[in-house]
Structure formats: structure tokens, C-alpha cells
């Protein structure tokens, strides 16, 4: 019965074993390994990914240096050229006729002197036309038929756009500068304005204009050196909460100025922190949703923001060829551990099993079996020792057997003995125990129970304490209260009486001022006698004006005072109102005081007649827990004597059994042997 069992428990033991060596050797072998390829895959993905975003940030810095240097250019040929003599005496010419004269034919006949140098200067610098406007707006000339001499920039078809917004700026602030690109004239195509202010003898005559086209901005821009095959140079304007593309797109070609994208979107991330001015690297979905690299930054020259980008697939392309890389030479080095730990985990597990199948059937007590040793390493040590050892059992076992006869059958005897013995005590045991716990717990719930009794009618007396005090307290506070409420009234008469007087002086500040309108007529018509009187009243004219002047800061005095007199007046209303509205709140109070005494007093009735009652049950419960206390003292002398034998018993009963039990697995064991 025992060797069908024992080979699927032992074929159990063989798997764990072989599991766990080839578990510990892969951890070993394998642990160092992983962690150090993940290290060195770390830092070389990071160096990669930091090497993507420099490359980045210095393509954005470089197209950002070129475009603010291209700006600065054009800026400082629109001042050079409005310091130019020939454009300076061309504005002052032309200015003088255009005040002059309405009818734009005579500006260009004016104009026709200065028309070819103006024109070669345009065109030479790669400006598409060139503008001399006055400083009240009116265009006095224009080297090409966009705008027409005679045109005004505060017109409503002209005030908003760029050129005008710049010719204001360059007016006001008295310098150079170029406006945004935007759409202008019939064309619509996306143009800017160098504007410069014209001076003559230190005052500012007008402003020149250079119209500045946008290809060479565009051609920078869609240089995409360094990008690969998926970069593009994006710059967009904010308009509110939107981003307008303002250059043509590598993936879509007719987005400047047509784009416009949401800035609460994820893809505006980059387009919203360039126009405001940041600096930042990021990666994101964009306008294609495609996930891509960017770095960005701000052109102040042009308002706008720059954002060079390349889709990850692109940038990332070599590390996630090493990752690949990584990842098979890992699972390759896994593959090769796991099939050497197979071998060398067989290679120790198959001697084990069959030492384990001995040693089973050995347990299971079958000594007949023998094993063959087939190699000369420590396994084969761990066999010999267990062939000599089931030899050895052998023996023993045979001459066991002979001794566990006899040691039986004394055990037996001796266990029905004490066995009937112990059935007997333990009942009285049982008994007594039983009667000790019930009295000596009727004897702490009677002690519990006086405690609380007494507890309760000591609580009952400081309460009634309590409440004598609190209605005392009561009694104490109506009489403030009342008090209180005779002050009040008192008070509030007494701003009455302040409020009459502050009428009186009302009354008296009013005469003051009339008394001090007749003076000031009185001074006038003596200033005029003095006038009449020439130089012999010289002197009272003086005393005239000062009366008259005192009449003045008199009229002013008294009305300071009477409006001081009105506002208190209304201070004191008030007061009058908020003390009625006081000494009701306060009668109010010491009608509730006076309903909380009544109710304490009956509560103090109550207490007192609880507080009796307690001591009577108190009386009887300590009566009660004496008598309990010495019944339980009895019985507890009769549990220990039971207890006493019950004990004496238990270790003889326990002595026999022990034997018996002895005997008995000595028996059985021996019996199952085979030899």
C-alpha cells in the first residue's frame, strides 16, 4: 500500500527541486546581467534623447539668430535712409506742397525729381516698394501703385492694418522699427513695414516706409537642414486663444496664414508657450497628430513663435533600434542560462530522487529494497550511508519487536484503573467549580452595584449643589440685566437732549452765514466807494478786501460746521434707534432668565427626593455582597481540595497513558516493517 504512493510524492520533490536550482541559477546568472543592460540602456537612450533635444534647440536658436539678424538689417537700412539728405529734403518738399495742394497728380509731379532715386533704393535693398508719409497719415509718395499718393492711414480702410499701427509707433516714439508680417493690399499676400521717423532741425517731418516681402523670411524658414525627412520650422502669431500659422509647412504647404489651431489643445503645447515668449523642448501629437520632438522659442522682431520640430519616429529611430537590439541579445542570453541550468539541475536532481525513493520506502517500511551506485561523486556517499543505514534498521527492528509484546499488555491494565478513578473526581471537580464562579460573581455584581449606587447619590448631591448655584447665579444676572436696561434708557435720553442742541447750533450756524453773505456785500460796496474816491481811498479799499475776505473764510467756516452738525445729528439718530432696539434685547433676556431659574428650582425638588432613594438601595446591596462574599470563601476551600486530588490523579492517568501510547506506536510501527 505504501510504494504506489510514494512515487508521485517523490516525482513532486524532483520538480522543486529542479525548479528552484534553475530558478536561483538564472537570478544569478541573469540578475547582474539585466540590471547592467538596463543601466547602460538607460543612459544611452537618455544621451540619445539629450543629443535629439540639443540638436533641436540649436536648429530653433540658429533660425531665430538668422530671422532677429535679418530683422536688425532691415531696420537699420530704414534709419539710414531717413537720414538720407536726398529722402529728408524729398519729405520736406513734398510736405510743404501736399499742405498746400488736395490733388494727388501735383504730389507726383512734385515727386518726379526724387521718383528714380527713391525707386533704385528700393529695389537695390529687396524692398518691394517705398513710402514718405506725413505725420498727420496722408501718403505723400509710393514708388508702386498699392497705395496712392494722397491716401490717409486714418482712413477706415487703412487705420488697422500694420503700417499704420507702425507709422503711430515710429511718430510717437521717434523710432525705428518693423511691424508684423500680415495680409495687405488687393494681393493679400503677407507683407511688413520698416518704418523710420524723417527729422529736419530736430523735429519730426514724417516717417518713411519700406514695404519688406516675406520670401526671404520663408526661404529660412523651410530650410530644414538638419531635420531629416520628417522635420519642418513652424512659426505662428497668437491672435486671442488662437495660433496662426504664419509660414508654409513642409507636410501641408498652403498653411501660412490659412492654419489656425486652438491653444487649449495638447497639440498647440509648443505653438502656445513659443508666442508667449518661452523657451521649452517637448514631445507632443501636432497639427497631424503625429507625436514629435520640438523645441521652441520666441522672435520678438516678429511676434512670433518658433517651433522646430521632427516626428519621433524619426528622432528616436536609433534608440529604438537599440532597444530591439537589447531586447534579443537578452532573450537569446535567457535562452542559453535556461537550457545550461536544465543540464546541471539533472545533472544533481537524478541521484537525489533516487535516494529519496529509498529513503520513502524506507519510511514506509520496507527494508528489502537495495540501491545501485553508478558514480564516485558526494551523491554516491549519500547512498552507501543510506544502504548501510537500512541494514542497520534491520536488526533493530527484529529485536524491538519482542519487547513492545510484553510493555503492552502492562499498560494496558493499568490505564482502565486510573481511568475509572479520574471520571469520578472530575464530576465533584466539575460541580464545585461551577458553584464558586456563580457566588463569586453575585459577589462582585453586589460590590459593583454599591459603588455605582453610592456614585450615582454623590452625583445627585453635587447636581443639586450645582443647580442651587446656578439659579443664584440667575437671580444675580436678572438684576444686571434690569440695570442694564435702566442705563440704557438713560443714555438714550441723553443723546435726545444732544441731538435739540446740535439743532440750536443748526439754527445758529445758518444766521452766521447769512450775517456773513451781508459782510461780504457790505466789503463790495465799500470797495466800490473806494474806487470812486481814487487815491484817498486806497486804504479803505485795502480794509474792504480783507473785510470781504474774512466774510469768505466766515461762510466757509460755517458751513464746515454745519455739515459737521448735520452728521452728527445723524450719529446721534442712530444711536437713538440701535439703544431702543438694545433695552428691548435686553428685557427680552431677563424675561428668559427669569423662566430659567423657575425650571432649575423644580429641578433641585427632584434631585433631592432621587438622592434618598439611592442610599436606601444602597443600604440593602452592601447587606447583600457581605453574605455572597462569605459563601464564596467556603466553596473556594472545597475547589481547592477537589482540585488537589483531580490533579494527582491526572498525572497518574497521564503517566499510564503515556506508556500505553508508547507501547502502542512501538507496536505499530514494528508491525508495518518488512524484513
Request: proline share 2%.
Amino acid at each position: 500500500m505504501t510504494e504506489p504512493n510514494s512515487t508521485p510524492h517523490t516525482e513532486k520533490k524532483h520538480q522543486r527541486l529542479a525548479r528552484r536550482l534553475l530558478f536561483w541559477f538564472l537570478l544569478i546568472a541573469l540578475l547582474p546581467c539585466g540590471i547592467m543592460t538596463a543601466i547602460t540602456a538607460r543612459l544611452a537612450n537618455r544621451a540619445l534623447e539629450t543629443s535629439v533635444q540639443e540638436r533641436l534647440v540649436q536648429i530653433a536658436s540658429a533660425r531665430s539668430t538668422q530671422l532677429e539678424s535679418y530683422a536688425a538689417e532691415r531696420v537699420r537700412d530704414g534709419t539710414t535712409l531717413s537720414i538720407a539728405p536726398t529722402v529728408v529734403t524729398a519729405m520736406s518738399q513734398l510736405s510743404s506742397v501736399g499742405l498746400s495742394a488736395s490733388n494727388p497728380t501735383i504730389l507726383e509731379e512734385e515727386a518726379t525729381a526724387y521718383a528714380p532715386y527713391l525707386r533704385d533704393v528700393a529695389t537695390s535693398r529687396g524692398y518691394e516698394s517705398l513710402l514718405l508719409i506725413h505725420v498727420d497719415g496722408t501718403v505723400l509718395y509710393s514708388s508702386t501703385d498699392q497705395l496712392k499718393p494722397g491716401a490717409k492711414l486714418t482712413s477706415e480702410s487703412l487705420g488697422t492694418t500694420e503700417l499704420a499701427k507702425s507709422f503711430d509707433r515710429s511718430r510717437t516714439l521717434l523710432q525705428s522699427e518693423m511691424c508684423q508680417f500680415a495680409p495687405f493690399g488687393k494681393s493679400g499676400k503677407p507683407t511688413a513695414f520698416v518704418t523710420s521717423p524723417i527729422f529736419q532741425k530736430e523735429k519730426v517731418v514724417g516717417v518713411l516706409a519700406l514695404q519688406l516681402p516675406i520670401d526671404r523670411v520663408w526661404q529660412i524658414l523651410t530650410d530644414t537642414t538638419g531635420l531629416g525627412a520628417t522635420g519642418e520650422i513652424l512659426t505662428a502669431e497668437r491672435i486671442d486663444n488662437t495660433a496662426r500659422i504664419t509660414t508654409p509647412l513642409r507636410h501641408r504647404s498652403d498653411a501660412a496664414y490659412e492654419l489656425t489651431i486652438p491653444l487649449t489643445v495638447e497639440k498647440a503645447v509648443a505653438a502656445r508657450h513659443a508666442s508667449s515668449g518661452n523657451r521649452g523642448y517637448a514631445v507632443f501629437p501636432d497639427y497631424r497628430q503625429e507625436e514629435v520632438a520640438a523645441a521652441w522659442c520666441y522672435l520678438p522682431s516678429y511676434r512670433w513663435g518658433l517651433v522646430a520640430k521632427q516626428d519621433t519616429s524619426e528622432a528616436f529611430a536609433l534608440v529604438r533600434f537599440q532597444q530591439l537590439l537589447i531586447a534579443g541579445l537578452l532573450c537569446g542570453t535567457v535562452l542559453l542560462v535556461v537550457v545550461v541550468a536544465l543540464f546541471v539541475a539533472r545533472s544533481i536532481s537524478t541521484p537525489i530522487q533516487r535516494a529519496i525513493i529509498l529513503s520513502r520506502n524506507v519510511a514506509a517500511g520496507d527494508l528489502r529494497d537495495d540501491v545501485s551506485i553508478l558514480s564516485r561523486d558526494e551523491t554516491a556517499i549519500l547512498l552507501e550511508s543510506l544502504q548501510t543505514m537500512t541494514q542497520d534498521l534491520r536488526l533493530l527492528i527484529g529485536r524491538v519487536q519482542t519487547s513492545s509484546d510484553a510493555l503492552t499488555n502492562t499498560s494496558s491494565t493499568l490505564q482502565a484503573t486510573g481511568s475509572n478513578q479520574q471520571h469520578v473526581i472530575k464530576r465533584l471537580g466539575d460541580s464545585t467549580t461551577q458553584t464558586v464562579a456563580a457566588v463569586e460573581e453575585i459577589s462582585v455584581t453586589g460590590k459593583e452595584l454599591t459603588h455605582t449606587m453610592v456614585a450615582v447619590n454623590e452625583m445627585a448631591g453635587k447636581t443639586g449643589a450645582m443647580a442651587i448655584e446656578g439659579r443664584e447665579n440667575l437671580s444675580s444676572m436678572d438684576a444686571t440685566m434690569r440695570k442694564l436696561a435702566d442705563s440704557t434708557e438713560s443714555f438714550g435720553s441723553r443723546l435726545a437732549v444732544i441731538n435739540e442742541r446740535a439743532t440750536t447750533i443748526n439754527l445758529a450756524v445758518t444766521t452766521i452765514a447769512k450775517v456773513a453773505d451781508q459782510t461780504n456785500l457790505l466789503s463790495i460796496n465799500a470797495a466800490i466807494e473806494a474806487e470812486k474816491a481814487g487815491e484817498y481811498g486806497l486804504g479803505f479799499l485795502v480794509i474792504a478786501r480783507e473785510i470781504r475776505r474774512l466774510a469768505d473764510q466766515t461762510a466757509v467756516a460755517s458751513l464746515e460746521i454745519e455739515q459737521v452738525v448735520k452728521e452728527m445729528q445723524l450719529s446721534v439718530s442712530s444711536g437713538v434707534m440701535e439703544m431702543d432696539a438694545f433695552t428691548k434685547s435686553v428685557e427680552t433676556g431677563a424675561q428668559e432668565i427669569g423662566g430659567v431659574s423657575r425650571q432649575l428650582a423644580e429641578i433641585i425638588a427632584s434631585v433631592k427626593g432621587i438622592s434618598e432613594r439611592f442610599e436606601q438601595v444602597a443600604e440593602g446591596m452592601q447587606a447583600q455582597s457581605q453574605g455572597a462574599e462569605q459563601i464564596r470563601i467556603a466553596m473556594a476551600h472545597l475547589a481547592e481540595s477537589v482540585s488537589e486530588s483531580e490533579s494527582a490523579l491526572d498525572s497518574f492517568q497521564n503517566a499510564t497513558t503515556d506508556v500505553q501510547q508508547a507501547a502502542n506506536d512501538l507496536h505499530g510501527e514494528i508491525t508495518h516493517f518488512k524484513l
